[in-house]
Nanobody, 123 residues
């Protein structure tokens, strides 16, 4: 239906920063809520952050609050995740998605995912 392409991941040391990007081919990107999820080995996929259509309303998982910032550039059809003060607990594959806004933190309600980008944080 549409494509979501994540990029920007890689191996980093604890305390470092990364900025993830998600380029979307969604025709209605500029009017759609978007979010980031992640999945670590052996763990269930979990919510990281979400934003409404214009980036004015943002929500974060407690584990990343104060360290990560979600943003978007509707002119470029791109979603971003600025990740600061990374720790080994942040190691996971990070995915972007277009969730239901009324259930933005529920990965079970997401039908389409990008391929993900690997973030590996070493101590």
């Amino acid at each position: 239906q549409f494509q979501l392409v994540e990029s920007g991941g890689g191996p980093v040391q604890a305390g470092d920063s990364l900025r993830l990007s998600c380029l979307s081919s969604l025709r209605t990107f500029s009017t759609s809520a978007m979010g980031w999820f992640r999945q670590a080995p052996g763990k269930e996929r979990e919510f990281v952050a979400a934003t409404n259509w214009n980036g004015g309303e943002r929500y974060y998982a407690d584990s990343v609050k104060g360290r990560f910032i979600i943003s978007r550039d509707n002119g470029r059809n791109t979603l971003y995740l600025q990740m600061n003060k990374l720790t080994p607990e942040d190691t996971a594959v990070y995915y972007c998605a277009a969730p239901r806004w009324d259930r933005y933190n529920d990965f079970r309600e997401v039908n389409s995912w990008g391929q993900g980008t690997q973030v590996t944080v070493s101590s």
